[in-house]
């Protein structure tokens, strides 16, 4: 099962390097198809197999934009290429999904609102708490305990009751352990953060948290953090140490600390009409993958925490590490008492017995 996981992000990993190859930018669009499979007639294929045609999965091609807001070397466009080359290869090359990175269908609201109207027929974003407020109950400060309570939640009965309406979500991808960095100060307490203008997405868990931690915050698109920290618009942003580097953050930020303060998710959703639209087997071939491809986003995140962390060290940052979480676990209980509220107790409740 290792040599295979191994094998499985080896070759997602070549498929990245190929993506940026030639120009270093990501082509519109781009097929998770191989050339064999662009040809492939089900009824050929069927008869290969020694199947009806009937039995084979016949039918019109379907095809899935998918799109995200990261860059073309991060895991969410290789775990995306790995899901279309599976889809693609799994039903003889009529399921076609092309992945669009870097924000190319629009800013996150806009890929959730784009599924949302079937605008696009995919995407991973972390927006969704907008539409279905109880999404935001994983993303309370501090719930997690680490990455195994993380995946114990991707499988658990609680993960399946948290859908948006108009979308049919079926993947978590965890975006990581975030952190807050900054250009203007070390910060080791949250008394640190007083004065200090941090980017925030649009997510009202986060920017209650960073407030309760003593930061100012601002909502704005990831694709114009660089620019805003460049010009002094912004003194700091709060992501995971692999966003941190592959947005480059790191050129212009001197400091990062280990706050954990939020293991957020993304959310993998599809256009629920065109999901109504697929035979219950295309359904469930996609369910699978997607689920595989959670697995596989939540280890590279996972390992990824240590390589970027150094990274960002080579690159001149200073990492301060947290000795002592007492006094930031305090300093957000007033987020609790509020969402605590607004939200489902006994599911917030059961998710932290997972792994606490």
């Known amino acids: 099962m290792r040599k295979r996981r191994i094998a499985i992000l080896l070759g997602a990993a070549v498929i990245a390097s190929t993506l940026t190859g030639c120009s270093g930018k990501a082509p519109a669009g781009t097929q998770a198809v191989s ?50 080359g599976q889809l693609a290869e799994k039903s003889g090359g009529r399921i076609v999904l092309e992945t669009y990175p870097s924000g190319q269908l629009g800013t996150s609201n806009e890929l959730m609102n784009s599924v949302t109207n079937g605008t696009i027929e995919s995407c991973v974003t972390s927006t ?109 942003e709060e992501n995971p140490f692999l966003n941190t580097y592959t947005m480059s953050f790191f050129e212009i930020e001197k400091y990062k600390t ?47 925490d240590d390589k970027y962390r150094g990274l960002l060290e080579e690159g001149g940052v200073k990492i301060t590490p947290i000795e002592d979480y007492a006094p930031w676990i305090q300093a957000v209980r007033p987020v609790y008492e509020k969402w605590e509220k607004e939200l489902d107790a006994d599911l917030i409740q059961n998710v932290r017995d997972m792994g606490w």
């Not at 009937?54 to 969410?76: M, R």
């Not at 293991?263 to 087997?281: G, R």
């Open 258 to 304: 280990e706050t954990h303060h939020m293991m957020n998710f993304d959310v993998v959703a599809f256009n629920q009409k065109f999901w109504d639209s697929l035979s219950a087997e295309d359904q469930k071939l996609i369910d699978e993958v997607v689920a595989e491809g959670c697995d596989m986003y939540a280890d590279l995140v996972a390992e990824s």
């Open 128 to 236: 969704f708490g907008t539409l279905e407020k109880n999404i935001y109950t994983v993303e309370l400060p501090y719930l997690f305990s680490g990455f195994d309570h993380v995946k114990k939640f991707m499988h658990s009965e609680e993960s399946a009751q948290l859908d948006a309406k108009g979308v049919h979500a079926n993947g978590w991808w965890p975006v990581g352990w975030r952190n807050i960095g900054n250009n203007k100060r070390e910060v080791k307490s949250p008394a640190d953060l007083k004065g200090l203008l941090i980017r925030a997405f649009d997510n009202e868990i986060l920017i209650d948290t960073l407030k309760a931690l003593g930061a100012n915050t601002t909502v704005m698109n990831v694709s114009e953090v660089y620019v805003a920290l460049q010009t002094g618009a912004l003194d700091g």
């Open 35 to 84: 050339e064999n499979n662009k040809e492939t007639d089900p009824k050929a294929q069927a008869e290969a197999e020694g199947k009806p045609e009937a039995e084979a999965q016949s039918g019109e091609t379907v095809v899935i934009k998918f799109g995200h807001n990261y860059s073309v070397d991060h895991p969410a466009e290789i775990v995306g290429q790995w899901m279309g």
